[in-house]
């Protein structure tokens, strides 16, 4: 089980269900659906992760994930390769508007680990705003989706919720962000982190309550949303560097799939 539990994480395969967790969330939340979306933003995200991990194994020192990729390069290339091919035809049968804003995210995500990682402060900026934009914005733009308060809304709490729970990441990476990287708890310190993490949850939290007292969200949504940022909040507090990779990744990571997994039991039970 731990093997294949390894696999998932140092593969990116779990974070790519992640993504399409919050791509799905999305589908939800506005009532649209795209499988070529869906599917896009799945395989985009294993070559993308894999990319940047390839270009940084050099760097990755002591880190547990630089010794799993220095063992299986053959594997995480042939994923790459895998990936890459199939986003690459999907792409193709996209809108311009939506072939632009991938192509500037690519752009985005070939410079990081090169040149913008190491400005201060922008890895969690970069994350949170590709991870915004890839679950959200592209289906709204593929799709036609008149983009409105609502769906802006919709984006800045997304961009808000994927920023406070990538916080307890830079937590777990101080040990080896120290040298090169300066983060939010590098900078702020691990307490005023969690803090400015809870914040960003709470103005989510009430975005969520404005959008459900204007009738843009119907109460098993707004309850689904709700339990998601309480639930964030609780990780971001309980997060700490001594804890081990595995408790955020599944924790942290795995809130993403969570998103998707109570709003399908919102529209159960409603």
């Known amino acids: ?3 294949i539990i390894s696999f998932l994480v140092y593969t990116n395969i779990w974070v790519a269900f992640c993504v399409l967790g919050l791509a799905l969330s999305t589908e939800i ?3 649209s659906t795209n499988f070529n979306i869906s599917k896009f933003v799945f395989l985009c995200t294993i070559f993308t992760y894999n990319f940047q991990r390839v270009i940084r194994v050099n760097k990755e020192g002591k880190h547990p994930r630089g010794s799993w990729l220095e063992k299986n390069r053959r594997l995480v290339h042939f994923l790459m390769l895998f990936s890459g091919g199939f986003s690459l035809y999907i792409f193709f049968d996209f809108s311009g508007i939506t072939q632009l804003v991938i192509i500037l995210l690519g752009i985005l995500c070939c410079l990081y680990p090169f040149t913008l990682r190491s400005i201060p402060f922008i890895k969690i900026v970069v ?3 590709v991870w915004s934009i890839t679950t959200m914005l592209l289906l709204t733009l593929e799709n036609n989706i008149i983009i409105s308060v609502n769906e802006i809304l919709h984006l800045v709490a997304r961009f808000f919720f994927v920023f406070a729970i990538t916080i307890p990441f830079d937590i777990k990476d101080l040990e080896y962000d120290t040298k090169n990287i300066i983060t939010i708890p590098l900078f702020c310190g691990i307490r005023r982190s969690k803090l400015i993490a809870s914040f ?3 103005i989510s939290i009430l975005i969520a309550a404005f959008q459900y007292n204007t009738s843009r969200l119907i109460l098993g949504h707004f309850l689904a949303l709700i ?3 309480f639930i964030a909040l609780v ?3 309980k997060s700490d560097e001594k804890k081990k990779e595995m408790y955020f990744v599944f924790w942290g990571e795995g809130l ?6 109570f709003l399908v039991i919102s529209l159960l039970i409603s």
């Open 1 to 3: 089980m731990k093997s």
């Open 29 to 31: 939340l506005l009532g």
């Open 127 to 129: 994350i949170a705003l």
């Open 200 to 202: 960003l949850l709470f």
């Open 227 to 229: 339990l998601l940022y």
């Open 235 to 237: 990780f971001v507090w």
């Open 256 to 261: 993403s799939i969570c998103a998707y997994l």
